[in-house]
Each structure stands twice: as C-alpha cells, then as structure tokens.
C-alpha cells in the first residue's frame, strides 16, 4: 500500500495503522490520499489469487472472492480474482496494465486476510493494483 505522511512510504497492508492516509481512486477515476478508518483482520481460509502485471511489475494477493476492476472493452467492470486470466486489463497506479500471470496459493495456518475501511473511496492501490476496498458509511 503507498501511505501519504509527509513523503510516501510502501508499506505492507500488517502495517498501516488507522488515521493514516493510504493512495486510492474515486470513482472518477482521480487519485486521492483517504485516510483509513479500520482494518480488520481475521484468519485465512481456503486459497490466495496472486496477480503479476507485465509492463508495470506491479503484483498483489489477494482472495479469490475479492474485487477489483477490469478495463476490458472500453468499459471498467468488477470482476472476482478468481474470475481474472492473464491478458486482462487492471487499473494500477502507473495507468492501465495486462495481467502476466494469475496464478492460485493455498493460504497457511499463519496467514490473515485484511480488509481496508477507507474515508472517501473504495478503490485502494495494493501492490500497485487498484482495488476494492470498504468505504466507510456516514
């Protein structure tokens, strides 16, 4: 996740701490820093989507169930991980990329799956890849 305090700093989704201001899309598509609200956390079950891009590099693992953008076909569509296949087109935070590789992890006894509350968007950059995240109500 790409944090905003003072400078930017990339940091791993275990170490960002609510009232920090992470990079993260509005639904017009502009880049905005919104202050997280939560982050809960609760044991993985079941498998990890990890997503390569090719141009960019960027790479992110996420659940199979998790939802992200794809800028397929001139239109942007939400999309399963599980649904994604390499060719598809994401949302990242240098512009648009093509998936490199999908390819599916099983999750270990040790590993937690995080959701991130934000402020004012719901599209959130992790491993350079915007996804969704959990806009807080008001």
């Known amino acids: 996740v790409l944090a905003e305090d003072g ?34 956390k609760s044991p993985s079950v079941g498998d990890f989507i990890k997503i390569k891009t090719k141009n960019s590099k960027h790479e992110l693992t996420v659940t199979p169930h998790h939802t992200s953008l794809r800028c397929n076909q001139g239109h942007d569509a939400s999309f399963e991980a599980a649904e994604l296949k390499k060719g598809d087109c994401l949302h990242t935070t240098t512009g648009r990329d093509v998936v490199a590789s999908v390819v599916r992890l099983p999750a270990t006894k040790d590993d937690v799956t995080f959701t991130i509350e934000l402020a004012e968007s719901d599209l959130v950059a992790v491993g350079g890849v915007y996804t969704h995240a959990k806009m807080a109500k008001h």
């Not at 990339?10 to 502009?30: C, D, F, H, Y």
Request: aromatic content about 2%; glycine content about 6%.
């Open 7 to 40: 400078r930017r700093l990339s940091l791993p989704i275990s170490q960002i701490k609510v009232g920090q201001k992470i990079l993260a899309l509005t639904k017009e598509r502009k880049h905005v820093f919104s202050k997280v609200l939560g982050l809960p």
